[in-house]
């Protein structure tokens, strides 16, 4: 049973449990709000808050996600009141002293953490903007202090943007969450960057991985639960091609949710995975979905319902619902939405997430022939504006405007206007980097190009200060300088412009540099880049 109260004015939800007391505070902030040239900034006043309260012996932590941040612990009524309040307090007053020592801890942890199998598709979906930005490196710790993250906490992490949790029968006596006033913020419109859905890149070795969006339904999940089984029978215990083969349902908090699926693979099984994965998408579509299925996964779905530990699981879900405006189900309307599912339903989920699809396919392999469309790598056109070419005869051109600057070679361009631009890294040297809010990148090189000794100032005065992010110099050795020959190559085409797992632009060897493409995963730039 569903309890709703209020402490000190922030919203609480309560639910049963069987196991110890777990408490979480959630507010309405997260990577998508943040802006590209900041990414970082809310995970920096997570760590922030959570430094004052040292070492414990129960679980406690705080998690930064694309819209919501939670500060969550276990452990006895007494321990939650001086936790909770502790972070209240945090983050009222954060130790700004520790700026760099909590700045180098998240280097460390973004340098162990990977990424996950989905890491990439936000980012070729929707830019380097809003939900976009889970897919990019926190560029903006470096440049943060001590007032920047202040403001940051001020304005975000207040009573009203925030929704307390508690597994158990009761709010702890004493508790006080003392947060300022503030508002409820919404979460940020969703935008595309792709002209026309299905679609398909190229992605890192390793496996299939898809995303699709629909309107949040029961159906939906649903869907993802069968999508797992089918991938899981024909990938792995049919044909054998795959050993891991999954699918998740994740409201998104703008009323829509994505359906993910993966399937991994040997470099030598990856195209036949990517031949049965679409089969199996394209089995969906024709509507060979079965009643015995259905029934098979709703009787797994409402086992899970009827757990008795269901209602306080479903806690830190429902506060994320009430942060987004989302209504608040019970138990007995979620399983009676369940059992109201038929055939149809999960059909025209599959049409929605299917229509609006995405495709990271492995090096080598394609999905035009599946009626995917290859995602954009480079941009329409090119600004108008002054050309220099590339001094070593390649024929490339940098082209500067008054509105932006392009890089071209041949029929392929890149271009980054002025007022699009998410975020540029700035070399001492005059090596600037733009990257546009539709994720495509351009690597200015000066030494590379016949233009004037004052280019970098010139961009320099058209950009936003606020998104220009100033890059420690480069080793000499490492600045990139004109071959002693013309190159002759081109843009890398559709199926091979990302790197591999590890990153890392293609190396700039005389000509155009090979950075104009969309920007890799990880955010690394050239070898002397950070």
């Known amino acids: 049973m569903l309890h709703r109260t209020d402490v000190d004015g922030v919203p609480t939800l309560l639910a049963p449990s069987s196991g110890p007391m777990t408490a979480g505070l959630t507010f309405r902030v997260g990577l998508a709000d943040e802006g590209a040239a900041r990414i970082g900034i809310t995970h920096l006043v997570e760590h922030l808050a959570l430094h004052r309260h040292g070492v414990a012996d129960y679980h406690y932590n705080g998690a930064t996600g694309s819209v919501v941040t939670h500060f969550h612990m276990e452990g006895s009524e007494r321990d939650i009141v001086t936790y909770l ?28 953490r990977g990424g996950g199998v989905n890491r990439m598709l936000p980012m070729w979906r929707h830019g380097a903007q809003h939900y976009g930005l889970v897919g990019y490196p926190e560029w903006g710790i470096d440049r943060l202090g001590p007032d920047d993250v202040r403001a940051w906490a001020n304005a975000w992490f207040t009573r009203a943007n925030a929704v307390l949790w508690i597994s158990g029968d009761r709010v702890p006596p004493g508790l006080r969450l003392r947060l300022p006033a503030g508002t409820l913020r919404p979460v940020p419109v969703a935008s595309t960057v792709l002209p026309a859905t299905p679609a398909y890149f190229t992605g890192a070795g390793g496996g299939v991985v898809f995303d699709g969006v629909m309107r949040r339904h029961v159906a939906g999940s649903v869907f ?22 999954s699918a998740s349902y994740d409201p998104r908090g703008d009323g829509m949710a994505v359906v993910t699926a ?14 049965g994965f679409v089969d199996v998408l394209a089995g969906f579509r024709v509507g060979r979905i079965s009643q015995t299925e259905l029934d098979a996964v709703r009787a797994k779905r409402d086992e899970a319902l009827r757990h008795p530990d269901a209602p306080a699981g479903r806690l830190p879900g429902l506060a994320t619902d009430l942060l987004t405006g989302a209504r608040l189900r019970t138990l007995d309307e979620l399983r009676a939405q369940l059992y109201a599912v038929a055939l149809a339903d999960v059909h025209g989920a599959a049409l929605q997430v299917l229509d609006s699809g995405l495709l990271q396919v492995p090096p080598g392999s394609r999905a035009d022939w599946a009626g995917f469309a290859a995602a954009p790598t480079t941009s329409t056109d090119a600004i108008p504006g002054h050309t220099y070419r590339a001094v070593d005869g390649s024929g490339a051109s940098l082209v500067l405007g ?8 041949g029929e392929c361009r890149a271009t980054v ?17 733009l990257v546009g809010l539709d994720g495509i990148a351009v690597m200015i090189e000066p030494a590379l190009f016949a233009a004037p ?15 220009v992010l100033p890059m420690p110099a480069r080793n000499p050795n490492d600045i990139p300088r004109p071959s002693t020959a013309p190159a002759t190559g081109t843009f890398p085409p559709s199926t091979a412009t990302v790197p ?7 190396p700039a060897t ?12 990880d955010g690394s730039f050239p070898p002397a880049g950070r």
């Open 85 to 112: 309040e502790m972070v209240c307090d945090s983050l009222a007053d954060l130790p700004v002293q520790r700026l760099e020592t909590e700045k180098a801890i998240l280097r460390t942890e973004a340098a162990g």
């Open 224 to 245: 993802a639960l069968m999508l797992e089984r089918e991938l899981f029978r024909s990938l792995r215990q049919e044909s054998g091609l795959s050993y891991a083969a």
């Open 262 to 275: 993966f399937a991994d693979a040997l470099p030598e099984k990856q195209r036949a995975v990517v031949g």
């Open 402 to 409: 008054a509105d932006g600057v392009s890089i071209v070679e």
């Open 417 to 433: 206007r002025y007022r699009s631009c998410a975020v540029m890294h700035a070399w001492p040297d005059g090596a600037r980097q």
């Open 453 to 467: 000794a004052d280019t970098a100032a010139r961009i320099d005065r058209s950009v936003d200060p606020s998104i």
């Open 500 to 506: 591999a797992p590890t990153g890392g632009f293609p």
């Open 510 to 521: 005389g000509g155009i540099p090979r950075t104009i493409t969309v920007l890799p995963p």
